[in-house]
């Protein structure tokens, strides 16, 4: 069976690594195409060999590049061109214009985008655009990796693209209920497939640099990319409300972006020199992973985070606020806590970890005896590439 996924490219990312997890499942299952916009990333070495990667036929290829990865002026301004089309425009007009010279692929059973489609006005995406436009196959399936409300999902030009598809592939159940309380009509080829995580490669990763944490202090791990949604800084402003008890912990953040520096600067401000430290972006972060007592996840918005799988598989429970599959992920699986998405929810959060030192440590032993594989993930991919392919 020939199944063609479509993605923007190969950075370290949550959608590109999910991808990445889910084509090392199933790529002896499948005569399996993997379609970028722009062969860049740095997971672009660990696909499977069996697994053929190509790229358009034209300026389609923009749209995996952010300004950084053009080559000369040429480039640049194409890209230029096709960004200020997008913001003028439309998402839909921008990703025609760039597919003009597009050469139609056929020859698939089914045709996947695999990256979501949010703000129509943003230049970002375009995947579900070419599954739609530049494929001939039989079935076609879009994934969901968002909140599809506060992705700036809700328009009327995403509720025409997600219309066409034959199947939404929603990687939790917390992202079907959200979709679906937008597009209630798609219910019936709206499924869950959840994310596939690679535990042996996490576990070999911890175990090529592990870390010593201080001893008699309760040490929280952060790693996420330093960006408003993820709260980073509401994290450390909750530290810094603990007053006295911060002394009592040790908070790790593994991670850049835009707020590094405000983040260094808070802590500055707060004197919190000797409680957080920041670690700046790593690229092996589960040593400190597996030696934190609790991964504390403090965002404002998430759909399905990696991380939480790769933190209960080392043997780290969690804390983390309500985001959109939190209670699933975390609270029903048994793999710690979540806390109200506020900042005072966040502090009293942190305080109650603070005071429960034991019951954390019970849930680090249970989590050390539990059996984490991908079958649930890799059969419910199956059974829709199934779904698709059944006579009717």
């Known amino acids: 069976m020939k ?158 693209l997600y219309r066409r598809f034959d199947y939404i592939a929603a990687c939790s159940e917390g992202c079907r209920k959200a979709f679906l309380e937008v597009m209630p009509e798609l219910a019936a080829k709206t499924v869950v497939v959840p994310n596939c995580q690679d535990y042996r490669r996490i576990r070999e990763m911890a175990g090529e640099s592990p870390v010593s944490l201080q001893e008699g202090k309760l040490n929280l791990f952060t790693a996420a990319r330093f960006g408003k949604e993820k709260g980073i800084l509401r994290a450390i402003r909750a530290v810094s409300h603990l007053g006295p008890e911060a002394e009592k912990l040790c908070y790790y953040i593994a991670g850049d972006g835009k707020e590094w520096k405000t983040a260094r600067e808070m802590v500055r401000q707060h004197h919190l020199e000797d409680v957080v430290v920041l670690l700046g972006r790593m690229e092996n972060p589960y040593g400190y992973m597996k030696a934190a007592d609790l991964l504390l996840v403090p965002s404002y918005a998430e759909a399905a985070p990696l991380v939480i799988g790769e933190a209960a598989c080392l043997g780290t429970p969690v804390l983390t606020t309500e985001t959109l599959s939190a209670k699933e992920m975390v609270e029903d699986t048994g793999y710690g806590w979540a806390c109200e998405n506020s900042q005072e929810g966040l502090e009293k959060g942190i305080s109650y970890a603070l005071r429960q030192k034991g019951e954390i440590l019970e849930k680090k032993k249970w989590l050390l005896r539990q059996q984490f594989d991908n079958e649930q993930a890799k059969s419910r991919f199956m059974e829709l590439v199934r779904r698709c392919t059944r006579k009717e």
């Open 3 to 160: 199944l063609l996924f479509i993605n923007n490219n190969m950075k370290i990312g949550g959608v590109q690594r999910a991808l990445l997890n889910l084509l090392r499942e199933i790529h002896e299952d499948y005569d399996i195409t993997l379609l970028l916009f722009s062969k860049e990333g740095e997971l672009l070495p660990l696909i499977p060999d069996d697994v053929k990667v190509i790229i358009p036929s034209s300026a389609v290829r923009f749209w995996g590049m952010e300004r950084a990865d053009t080559r000369g002026k040429w480039e640049w301004l194409q890209r230029s061109v096709l960004a200020g089309a997008a913001r003028l425009f439309g998402r839909g007009s921008a990703f025609a214009f760039s597919s003009l010279f597009q050469e139609k692929l056929e020859g698939y059973d089914v045709a996947i985008s695999f990256l979501h489609s949010g703000n129509p006005k943003a230049f970002y995406g375009g995947c579900a655009e070419f599954a739609l436009r530049c494929v001939k196959a039989k079935k076609k399936i879009v994934f969901l990796h968002n909140d599809f409300r506060t992705i700036q999902g809700d328009c009327t030009y995403n509720r025409k």
